[in-house]
């Protein structure tokens, strides 16, 4: 059990995390904050980007206060003393609200410890954690799309014409690969019906191509069409590895 005491406010937190902020590129924002208790400590916490030093010092100490630097674009990092020595600090990057799948095979941008100079700091973030950050963040993204991109397909009969919404690049992709075109909005296609056979073929192609991302099709029928009432499609698991992500 550690000492209540480990970690006090000798280190200047919001000092420090001020000017870290001012030399950091682009434009940053500090939100500073002292915990009350343990439980204040871990929820301001709970997204920290780093399963190594970080995630110790959080979990094992209490840290008493910590600051969040905010940048223009969303990025996030968590600044905090270095338990037990008063001339370091932590900091790591906070991890964007996403689905927990989409961590999946991801490795962590674990954060850096950095002595109190907060322009030799600002330094070590640029170079070191923030391209990190970023490589991680883009396979986040990649992984959030392929998430959403399995969400059931549903293609409703507007008169002998298909449409169709896709809030994924992925599905969308597919379907106009297979002949649908845009309309209207970027998520909108219409496949014509003018040729049924055609449109019966397109139908079970997409299906079949869809159906390997693990993504069910479905027809919603204004009006019964022949050729096209039994169009389903069960999707394939996909075995993908586990992370633990904080």
Excluded: C
């Excluded at 690969?177 to 209207?184: A, I, L, P, Y």
């Excluded at 389903?232 to 993908?240: G, H, K």
């Amino acid at each position: 059990m550690h000492d209540q005491h480990d970690h006090d406010f000798e280190h200047d937190v919001e000092g420090f995390a001020t000017v870290l902020a001012g030399e950091l590129p682009g434009h940053w924002t500090v939100d500073y904050h002292q915990h009350a208790n343990r439980t204040e400590q871990m929820h301001r916490a709970e997204a920290v980007w780093d399963m190594n030093a970080v995630a110790e010092a959080i979990a094992r100490h209490p840290l008493r206060h910590d600051a969040v630097l905010t940048h223009a674009d969303g990025t996030r990092l968590y600044v905090t003393g270095r338990p037990q020595h008063d001339d370091e600090f932590l900091i790591a990057a906070i991890a964007p609200p996403r689905h927990p799948d989409a961590f999946r095979g991801v490795r962590e941008p674990d954060g850096i410890t950095v002595a109190a100079d907060p322009f030799a700091a600002a330094e070590a973030v640029t170079t070191g954690l923030l391209p990190r950050y970023h490589a991680a963040l883009e396979q986040v993204w990649k992984n959030s799309d392929y998430l959403e991109a399995r969400t059931p397909v549903t293609l409703t009969w507007v008169g002998a014409d298909l449409h169709a919404h896709a809030d994924s690049t992925t599905v969308a992709a597919i379907l106009t690969e297979h002949g649908f075109t845009r309309s209207g909005t970027a998520q909108s296609l219409v496949l014509s019906g003018d040729d049924t056979a055609l449109q019966a073929r397109t139908v079970r192609a997409v299906g079949a191509r869809l159906a390997t991302l693990g993504i069910h099709l479905s027809l919603r029928h204004q009006a019964a069409r022949s050729g096209l009432d039994t169009v389903t499609v069960a999707p394939v698991q996909q075995n993908r590895p586990a992370v633990r992500v904080r």
